[in-house]
C-alpha cells in the first residue's frame, strides 16, 4: 500500500459505501457518481490497496478477508472525522452554570447591567458574571487567554491589540454636568465657553485612546485645562458639585447624579461627538457557541434599550 500521504482519502467513503451495498451500480447512486466513475474509483482501491477487496460470485459481490478486516478500521475513522467535522453544540442558556467575565465601563456597569443581568437570569438562572475594569493588558493578554470573555461599552478606537475584534455596539448622547452653585453656566455651552471652564473627567484606563473632547477642541483650535482626573464617575460627578469645574457624561449617567448630588445638567456643545460604544472580542474565540450567544444577547439588550429610551 502506497504511504497515507499518497492516498486518496476520498477513496474511503467509496470503500465504505462497496461494503455496505456490496454491488456497484447501488454504491453510485449512494455517492451520486456514474457508474463508470465508481469503477474507476474501485480499480484505484484495488491498486492502493494491493487486493481485489470485492470478488464476484454466484452470491453477488463478496469481501475479501482483507476488506472485511480493514471494514472497522475504515468505519471507525470516517465516523471520528464525521464527529470532529460536525459543527459545535450550540449554547444552551437555560441549563448553563457558565460564569462570564466582563471588563467594562461605569457607564455599562451602573445604567446596563442590573437590567440586563436581570432580564437573563429569568430564562438562564445558572448563568453569572464577573465585572472587571479595562485595562491594557485586558485588552490584550486577558482576551487573548480568555481571562475576559468581551470587552463591553469602551468607546471605539484607533488602535487595538492584533487579533480582537472590536464591532460597533450602541451610541449615547452627552451632556454636561455643573454644579447647582455655579452661575457662570447657563442651560448650554457653546464651544468656546466649554474650552474655558475647568473640567474633571474619567482617566482613560485603557491608556488605548486620546480623549474625543480634546481632539474635538484641537480641530477648533482650543485646548481645555483639566484638574481632575477620576477613576469613576461618581468621584468625577462629588468632585464637579464642590467645585466650579465642568463634566462631560453620558445623559443617563448625569440624570442619576442629578437626583443624588446638587448637580444640575447642561447641553454641551453641539461639536462634540455622541459616546459610540463598542463590544471587544477575541478573534480565537469569536465563533464559539458560547461567546456568539453572549455578543447576541448583548447586541440585542443595545437594541431594547436604545428603543426604550425614544
Known amino acids: 500500500?502506497?504511504?497515507?500521504?499518497?492516498?486518496?482519502?476520498?477513496?474511503?467513503?467509496?470503500?465504505?459505501?462497496?461494503?455496505?451495498?456490496?454491488?456497484?451500480?447501488?454504491?453510485?447512486?449512494?455517492?451520486?457518481?456514474?457508474?463508470?466513475?465508481?469503477?474507476?474509483?474501485?480499480?484505484?482501491?484495488?491498486?492502493?490497496?494491493?487486493?481485489?477487496?470485492?470478488i464476484r460470485t454466484e452470491n453477488g459481490m463478496?469481501?475479501?478477508?482483507?476488506?472485511l478486516a480493514l471494514l472497522p478500521v475504515v468505519q471507525q475513522a470516517l465516523a471520528q472525522l464525521q464527529q470532529?467535522?460536525?459543527?459545535?453544540?450550540?449554547?444552551?442558556?437555560?441549563?448553563?452554570?457558565?460564569?462570564?467575565?466582563?471588563?467594562?465601563?461605569?457607564?455599562?456597569?451602573?445604567?446596563?447591567?442590573?437590567?440586563?443581568?436581570s432580564q437573563l437570569l429569568a430564562y438562564a438562572p445558572g448563568i453569572s458574571f464577573s465585572i472587571e475594569l479595562i485595562t491594557p493588558d485586558v485588552l490584550s493578554e486577558?482576551?487573548?487567554?480568555?481571562?475576559v470573555d468581551m470587552v463591553v461599552g469602551l468607546d471605539s478606537q484607533s488602535t487595538l491589540p492584533s487579533g480582537v475584534i472590536q464591532t460597533p455596539w450602541m451610541d449615547e448622547e452627552l451632556v454636561c454636568l455643573v454644579a447647582t452653585h455655579n452661575e457662570r453656566v447657563g442651560d448650554a455651552l457653546d464651544i468656546a465657553q466649554f474650552a474655558r471652564e475647568l473640567h474633571v473627567e474619567l482617566a482613560d484606563i485603557s491608556g488605548l485612546r486620546p480623549s474625543n473632547i480634546d481632539s474635538c477642541l484641537v480641530q477648533h483650535g482650543l485646548t481645555r485645562?483639566?484638574?481632575?482626573?477620576?477613576?469613576?464617575?461618581?468621584?468625577?460627578?462629588?468632585?464637579?458639585?464642590?467645585?466650579?469645574?465642568?463634566?462631560?457624561?453620558?445623559?443617563?449617567m448625569a440624570e442619576r447624579f442629578v437626583m443624588m448630588l446638587p448637580v444640575r445638567m447642561v447641553e454641551p456643545p453641539l461639536a462634540l461627538p455622541a459616546l459610540k460604544m463598542t463590544l471587544i472580542?477575541?478573534?480565537?474565540?469569536?465563533?464559539?457557541?458560547?461567546?456568539?450567544w453572549l455578543y447576541d444577547v448583548l447586541t440585542e439588550f443595545a437594541r431594547e434599550f436604545g428603543h426604550q429610551r425614544v
Open 62 to 67: 463478496q469481501p475479501t478477508p482483507r476488506a
Open 142 to 147: 486577558g482576551l487573548e487567554q480568555r481571562q
Open 225 to 252: 485645562r483639566v484638574i481632575s482626573k477620576n477613576l469613576n464617575y461618581i468621584a468625577a460627578a462629588r468632585v464637579v458639585a464642590l467645585t466650579e469645574a465642568i463634566m462631560t457624561l453620558p445623559r443617563q
Open 84 to 117: 470532529g467535522l460536525a459543527p459545535p453544540a450550540a449554547f444552551s442558556p437555560a441549563n448553563s452554570t457558565r460564569r462570564f467575565t466582563l471588563a467594562t465601563t461605569d457607564y455599562f456597569e451602573e445604567v446596563m447591567y442590573p437590567p440586563f443581568l
Open 281 to 292: 472580542q477575541h478573534g480565537l474565540f469569536a465563533n464559539d457557541p458560547a461567546n456568539v
Open 1 to 54: 500500500m502506497r504511504s497515507l500521504r499518497h492516498f486518496d482519502l476520498n477513496l474511503l467513503l467509496v470503500f465504505e459505501t462497496l461494503m455496505r451495498e456490496r454491488h456497484v451500480t447501488r454504491a453510485a447512486e449512494k455517492l451520486h457518481l456514474s457508474q463508470p466513475a465508481l469503477s474507476h474509483a474501485l480499480k484505484r482501491l484495488r491498486e492502493s490497496l494491493d487486493d481485489p477487496l470485492l
